[in-house]
T-cell receptor, first 114, second 109 residues
Framework: DSGVTQTPKHLITATGQRVTLRCSPR?????VYWYQQSLDQGLQFLIQ???????AKGNILERFSAQQFPDLHSELNLSSLELGDSALYFC?????????????FGPGTRLTVL | GEDVEQSLFLSVREGDSSVINCTYT??????LYWYKQEPGAGLQLLTY?????DMKQDQRLTVLLNKKDKHLSLRIADTQTGDSAIYFC?????????FGKGTRLHILP
């Protein structure tokens, strides 16, 4: 158990809908990262937050947004969903975003868009 | 931009050594990592190496770093069925970490 929790574990929804994925980092970790994993694209970095502020942005679509709250939990919002958004979404946390950056991954949320 | 590349698939016979290779482009990388993802689970750090080291050994795992060629490898000795997983190479420096797409290790009986 990494100490990172993600809810829900599975999500099935229809195209055009909007969903919110939730992540609670390990106790004491200030950084939260979101990743998308699909068979064809592999692991794609989406976005990083550090202590409530956006720190780095990766291949995140404009239809996707995220935030980190004062209690350090984070939410990833996916809107106008398309079939191609079906994937495993991972949240990871680390103490800070420094040079040694061991990340602790949650179990993931499997999103299926029908 | 920075990139980390690794082959997508590797098959190895049980008991043999597995060697998973990775190349990266960012010469300012400070740390390089190997993460393991078992079926149905998130990634978990397996080992890491600081960029001023050439080699690191940890039980059955050996990490080799060729900084000149920006090449990292992970050798798993005496590969077991429990080693079947996806292995991700990653590099960090300057507040950023970049992962490769992962190498799926398949163990043949």
């Amino acid at each position: 158990d990494s100490g990172v929790t993600q809810t829900p574990k599975h999500l099935i929804t229809a195209t055009g809908q909007r969903v919110t994925l939730r992540c609670s980092p390990r106790s004491g970790d200030l950084s939260v990262y979101w990743y998308q994993q699909s068979l064809d694209q592999g692991l794609q970095f989406l976005i990083q937050y550090y202590n409530g502020e956006e720190r780095a942005k990766g291949n995140i679509l404009e239809r996707f947004s995220a935030q980190q709250f004062p209690d350090l939990h984070s939410e990833l919002n996916l809107s106008s969903l398309e079939l191609g958004d079906s994937a495993l979404y991972f949240c990871a946390s680390s103490i800070d975003g420094g040079q040694y950056n061991e990340q602790f991954f949650g179990p993931g949320t499997r999103l299926t868009v029908l | 931009g920075e990139d980390v590349e690794q082959s997508l698939f590797l098959s190895v016979r049980e008991g043999d050594s597995s060697v998973i290779n990775c190349t990266y482009t960012d010469s300012s990388s400070t740390y390089l990592y190997w993460y393991k993802q078992e079926p149905g689970a998130g990634l978990q750090l397996l080992t890491y190496i600081f960029s001023n080291m050439d080699m690191k050994q940890d039980q059955r795992l050996t990490v080799l770093l060729n900084k000149k060629d920006k090449h990292l490898s992970l050798r798993i000795a005496d590969t077991q069925t429990g080693d079947s997983a996806i292995y991700f190479c990653a590099e960090s420096g300057n507040d950023k970490i970049i992962f490769g797409k992962g190498t799926r290790l398949h163990i043949l009986p």
